[in-house]
C-alpha cells in the first residue's frame, strides 16, 4: 500500500488557477469514487476540502473543485488568494477498509 | 458540534508504553469510525488504522499492523491509539479523525515525544 504520489510543490500567482495531482492506481483511487482533499495549515490540523471526488463541504469556497480520471484524482483551486497557501493532502480509499494518503503538496502563492 | 479532544502532549523514552486519547462530543459516538493519522516532523499524513466503536471493530495500514493498536470505548466515547514499546521512530503528531469515508471533524493532535 504505496502514498498516492502528488506533486512536491505548486506555485501560482494571486487569480491564476492552479491544479494538484493526485495518482494512485486501479486498487485504489481507480476503483473507488472515495477521494477526499485536505488542506493543512503550519502547526494546526488538516480541513476537510473535497470529498468523494467532487463534494465540497459547507463552508468551503467553491473556487476549490475536485475530478478524477482513470487512476489520477485533481484538486483545481481558482482565483488563487493567500489565504490558500497551504500543503494539501489527497486520501483515497484502498479497499479492505483502509486508506492511503497523498505525498502531498506545497502550494506557493506567489 | 461535532469535537474530538485530543489528550495532550507527551515526552517518553525508548522502550516505554504509551496510551493516547481521543474523546468525541457533539454527536454519537458510534455514528462515525475513528481514524488515526500520523505526522512526523516536517512530514505528510500517514493514514494508520481506524475503528468502529459501536463493536471495536478495526482495520490497520500495513505499515502499522502490529506496530499500534487502536480501541475504544464507547460507554465514554473515547478512542485510544496505544505502543506497548516505544521507538524514536515513533515522534510524531497523531491526529484521530471522525472516519466516514473522509474526515470531516479532526482532533486538535497529540504530540508525542521519545527521546532517551
Known sequence: QSALTQPASVSGSPGQSITISCTGTSS???????????????????????YEGSKRPSGVSNRFSGSKSGNTASLTISGLQAE??????????????????????????? | ??????????????????????????????????????????????????IDPSDSYTNYSPSFQGHVTISADKSISTAFLQWSTLK??????????ADSGYYHYWGQGTLVTVSS
Open chain 1, 28 to 50: 485504489d483511487v481507480g476503483s473507488y469514487n472515495l477521494v477526499s482533499w485536505y488542506q493543512q495549515h503550519p502547526g494546526k490540523a488538516p480541513k476537510l476540502m473535497i
Open chain 1, 84 to 110: 490558500d497557501e497551504a500543503d494539501y493532502y489527497c486520501c483515497s480509499y484502498a479497499g479492505s477498509s483502509t486508506f492511503v494518503f497523498g505525498t502531498g503538496t506545497k502550494v506557493t502563492v506567489l
Open chain 2, 1 to 50: 458540534e461535532v469535537q474530538l479532544v485530543q489528550s495532550g502532549a507527551e515526552v517518553k523514552k525508548p522502550g516505554e508504553s504509551l496510551r493516547i486519547s481521543c474523546k468525541g462530543s457533539g454527536y454519537s459516538f458510534t455514528s462515525y469510525w475513528i481514524s488515526w493519522v500520523r505526522q512526523m516532523p516536517g512530514k505528510g499524513l500517514e493514514w494508520m488504522g481506524r
Open chain 2, 88 to 97: 524514536a521512530s515513533d515522534t510524531a503528531m497523531y491526529y484521530c479523525a
